[in-house]
């Protein structure tokens, strides 16, 4: 593997890499979105009207001495409802095609900029062995997490890589902007580079 370099990736992609501060929100804007896409707004508690328990009014309204009371299941007493607890909702966020395309430029661009992106040809193996992985990443820094982004899910690079805690794969037609910020390195395969131009082609203007 090598490191790509600016004029490198430059000549690879006809996108044009972002170098000032433009592109910032739409990055942030596009990482809030896939993280709030992820919850799963299940938590909730049960109110009032959905508690255990019958509507049989306690005691009497008068005569006993005691503070008025409708129900058992009153907010206020032990083992009744909650009051504007948590429901169950719908944490999704949509983002148009622009900005995640400006976000996935954003994010490439600033990981070339800090030399975590790295280069290598097609990646074949010939068993699906995390092994005969590791012996094709000779110079990765196995302390290092790290992401492959290859041309499509090819089963033995898949396969060898998935018992490894430290290594992901990720097609370049699927990979997003979040996924290019965990990693210590990026390392793109070859074939992967045309369809990653393909999705920034219209990245917008260099700046």
């Not at 995640?100 to 074949?124: D, M, N, P, Q, W």
């Not at 910020?181 to 920034?200: C, F, G, K, Q, S």
């Amino acid at each position: 593997m090598k490191v790509l370099t600016v004029e490198e990736v430059r000549q690879e992609l006809r996108a044009p890499l972002l170098t000032s501060g433009r592109g910032s929100q739409a990055l942030h804007d596009a990482i809030v979105a896939y993280r709030a896409n992820r919850r799963s707004g299940t938590r909730a508690t049960k109110t009032k009207g959905t508690v255990r328990g019958s509507g049989k009014k306690p005691w009497a309204q008068k005569g006993t001495g005691r503070a008025r009371a409708g129900y058992a299941s009153s907010p206020i007493w032990r083992g009744g409802g909650v009051v504007f607890g948590p429901q169950p909702r719908d944490f999704s966020k949509k983002l148009p095609k622009k900005v995640k395309r400006l976000a996935l430029l954003k994010a490439l661009s600033g990981r070339i900029a800090e030399g975590a992106v790295f280069f290598t040809e097609t990646i074949e193996l010939p068993q699906p062995k995390t092994k005969e992985l590791l012996k094709r990443l000779d110079s990765w820094d196995r302390k290092e997490t790290l992401l492959l982004v290859v041309e499509k899910r090819e089963s033995a690079v898949w396969l060898a890589a998935r018992n490894h805690p430290l290594i992901a794969v990720v097609s370049a037609t699927e990979v997003n902007a979040e996924d290019l910020l965990w990693p210590d390195r990026v390392v793109l395969e070859r074939p992967a580079l045309p369809i990653l131009d393909r999705r920034l082609d219209r990245g917008g203007k260099q700046s």
